[in-house]
């Protein structure tokens, strides 16, 4: 099963394209309001036991990168391959509680849809803002709202540490990001496909940090290219649990 998970304040509307191209595809529509990575990787994890899913090729978009790596973590043997798009590994730098605290205050001191207007913008190529695809994805964010963006801002900050899961990643693995992206760019997945035995790095000419979106052609070439390869599995690549006091 090919299985996208979306990223911060998004939802199954930011993969329509893939969905469309991947009609045997599912996308995880939100994680409710989990508001750690361990807990949305189990919202993951339950949905696919519910439906039946099986092994998962897994497409982690941005914090959906995170959630991918903390579902491989809990249940390698479930991951037959493994996409890390737009995302990041590297732990709590200094200044960032206090730069997503800001933008959480924009949401609770001028409304939510002002916190939208800061964020979103540049997320995206400047090319590719005034579009209707800029429109629907507004759109998508604004219905998120401000208690599940308080959520998934908390997952953030209380992140568990990942750089190390990179090495123990023994599937197929895809890792893409946009030329443009200003907010995880090419730079940070090169490191990130460095430390991954089995991993393909494509970086799509002309997006920023919405990729899905904003190039799904090239995207889904990607993907083709990924769910092509031949899936391996190593199960002995189980990691602890983590405990309530990691989270």
Same mark, same amino acid.
């Given at each position: 099963?090919?299985?996208?998970?979306?990223?911060?304040?998004?939802?199954?509307?930011?993969?329509?394209?893939?969905?469309?191209?991947?009609?045997?595809?599912?996308?995880?529509?939100?994680?409710?309001?989990?508001?750690?990575?361990? =807990?949305?990787?189990?919202?993951?994890?339950?949905?696919?036991?519910?439906?039946?899913?099986?092994?998962?090729?897994?497409?982690?978009?941005?914090?959906?990168?995170?959630?991918?790596?903390?579902?491989?973590?809990?249940?390698?043997?479930?991951?037959?391959?493994?996409?890390?798009?737009?995302?990041?590994?590297?732990?709590?730098?200094?200044?960032?509680?206090?730069?997503?605290?800001?933008?959480?205050?924009?949401?609770?001191?001028?409304?939510?849809?002002?916190?939208?207007?800061?964020?979103?913008?540049?997320?995206?190529? =400047?090319?590719?803002?005034?579009?209707?695809?800029? =429109?629907?994805?507004?759109?998508?964010?604004?219905?998120?709202?401000?208690?599940?963006?308080?959520?998934?801002?908390?997952?953030?900050?209380?992140?568990?540490?990942?750089?190390?899961?990179?090495?123990?990643?023994?599937?197929?693995?895809?890792?893409?990001?946009?030329?443009?992206?200003?907010?995880?760019?090419?730079?940070?997945?090169?490191?990130?496909?460095?430390?991954?035995?089995?991993?393909?790095?494509?970086?799509?000419?002309?997006?920023?940090?919405?990729?899905?979106?904003?190039?799904?052609?090239?995207?889904?070439?990607?993907?083709?290219?990924?769910?092509?390869?031949?899936?391996?599995?190593?199960?002995?690549?189980?990691?602890?649990?983590?405990?309530?006091?990691?989270?």
């Amino acid at each position: 099963m090919l299985l996208f998970l979306p990223g911060l304040i998004c939802d199954a509307r930011i993969f329509a394209p893939q969905l469309a191209a991947f009609p045997e595809s599912r996308a995880i529509d939100g994680y409710g309001f989990a508001d750690s990575l361990p =807990d949305m990787a189990r919202v993951v994890l339950e949905r696919a036991d519910r439906e039946g899913w099986g092994e998962l090729d897994l497409f982690g978009h941005s914090m959906g990168g995170r959630v991918a790596l903390e579902v491989y973590r809990a249940a390698p043997e479930r991951v037959r391959r493994l996409a890390l798009a737009s995302t990041g590994v590297h732990s709590i730098g200094e200044g960032e509680p206090a730069k997503r605290r800001a933008l959480q205050a924009v949401g609770h001191e001028r409304g939510f849809e002002a916190l939208v207007d800061t964020w979103l913008p540049p997320m995206v190529a =400047d090319r590719n803002r005034a579009t209707p695809v800029y =429109d629907e994805m507004r759109r998508m964010c604004l219905d998120a709202g401000q208690a599940m963006f308080d959520a998934q801002i908390n997952a953030q900050l209380i992140r568990p540490e990942q750089a190390s899961v990179l090495p123990r990643i023994a599937v197929p693995t895809l890792v893409i990001t946009g030329e443009l992206d200003t907010w995880s760019g090419p730079a940070q997945h090169e490191a990130i496909a460095d430390r991954i035995a089995d991993s393909k790095l494509v970086i799509v000419e002309g997006a920023g940090h919405m990729l899905p979106r904003e190039a799904p052609d090239a995207v889904n070439q990607a993907i083709a290219d990924w769910l092509a390869r031949p899936a391996t599995h190593n199960a002995d690549t189980r990691q602890p649990a983590l405990g309530e006091a990691q989270k």
